[in-house]
């Protein structure tokens, strides 16, 4: 039966894309849409092929950019976390901006930070990480205030240290909303990039993207962003494999 539910979950998906790209595909061709206004998935896929040399440096950037941003904010997200639920006048100093920073649309901060720090990687990495820890906070905080105060009490009667308790009893216990923080920050690392890119430098997908929007040429534009969709899948794969591994106790 699981074997079953396995294979059912791996081929849904694959059925599913087929699908929606075989109309999409057949809606081209039957209508005459133009290419320069929606390519054919066939077009794209082979852009993607074809024009990869070009793409790739674009791609290396993006990747680098959301991977370093990512990694920053996970140790980050987890320290606020730690101390604000563990003090309340860092909660009360520290809840409202990190509340701000996750209501807040970043795009709308990108000229600021681009005039405090240029175009460079930097910029960029510096605002993946801004929008990417405040959500690892909130989902942290959550998974540790919801620790049962039994496991709490168990762990002082048994003499551990508040180092012991948080490694050995706090992070297992919040380990699933933790992943949960971790997996919404992979997706706000990803966009947040891309974002940026749009308005800063003239590398990345992002950018790229713009660029072959303005001249028309869409297939480029649309493999780019194909490839952008690739980048999350596998921040969203890395991540699936860790919790499994992580948190086994739960499967």
Not at 58 to 67: A, D, K, N, Q
Not at 109 to 132: A, E, K, W
Request: charged share 10%; glycine share 4%.
């Amino acid at each position: 039966m699981k074997k079953k539910n396995k294979l059912i979950s791996f081929l849904a998906p694959v059925v599913s894309f087929l699908l929606i790209f075989s109309l999409w595909e057949i809606a081209c061709t039957v209508n005459e849409v133009p290419t320069w206004f929606l390519p054919k998935p066939t077009e794209i896929f082979r852009s993607m092929v074809v024009d990869f040399p070009e793409f790739w440096p674009h791609i290396l950037v993006t990747f680098e950019v959301v991977l370093m941003g990512f990694l920053i904010a996970i140790p980050v997200g987890l320290l606020l976390a730690s101390l604000v639920t563990s003090f309340p006048l860092v909660n009360a100093a520290l809840s409202p901006y990190i509340t701000f920073l996750v209501t807040t649309p970043l795009i709308s901060l990108i000229p600021l930070l681009m005039l405090m720090m240029g175009f460079g990687l930097n910029m960029r990495i510096t605002t993946v990480v801004i929008q990417s820890f405040a959500v690892i906070n909130m989902n942290a905080c959550t998974g540790f205030n919801n620790v049962p105060t039994i496991r709490r009490e168990l762990m002082q009667s048994m003499g551990a240290d508040p180092i012991k308790t948080y490694l050995k009893m706090t992070l297992p216990s919040a380990a699933s909303d933790i992943f949960t923080g971790v997996r919404l920050a992979a997706i706000f690392a990803t966009t947040t990039c891309i974002s940026v890119e749009y308005n800063a430098g003239n590398t990345g997908l992002g950018s790229q993207i713009i660029k072959y929007s303005q001249y028309l040429k869409t297939t480029q534009s649309f493999a780019c962003i194909f490839y952008v969709t690739i980048i999350g899948l596998i921040m969203y794969g890395l991540i699936s494999f860790a919790q499994k591994k992580i948190i086994s106790w739960k499967e």
